[in-house]
């Protein structure tokens, strides 16, 4: 399951995917981790989250994007959510030239049993269609 939180700067899509994360602890059965293109947010995430500051690891393009995962992956079986915030920071690729990186990871996935859920600085109306299908209202739960 991939699902995306959008909206311009300031709309609360931050806030909301921490709240989201640390709410998942009550029902998760497995590891959750939480990217981050910086380590702003770090400590409003409780401790049993695993916090990332992509940063550290110069993600620049949707193919080591996707390597990092698959590496999440790899070293941690139990491996349920990945939470990343600030999305278009980390990628630095336009949305529109992205559709492939999002097919292969909502067969990631499918694959691994792994939810993923992005916030994406941008206007909700000008999203490109192919991220429609991801869309999470600002209202919507997770389960």
Known sequence: MIRVIVGETGTGKTKRIISMANETLQSAKGSIVFLDHDSKYMFDLKNAIRFIDASEFHIDCPEKFTGFLAGLAAQDFDLEYIFIDGFRKIVRHPLETLPGLFE?????????????IFSISANPETLPEFLRGYFLEMSENLV
Request: charged share 45%; hydrophobic share 40%.
């Open 104 to 116: 292969e990871l909502e067969a990631f996935s499918k694959e691994r049993g792994v939810k993923i």
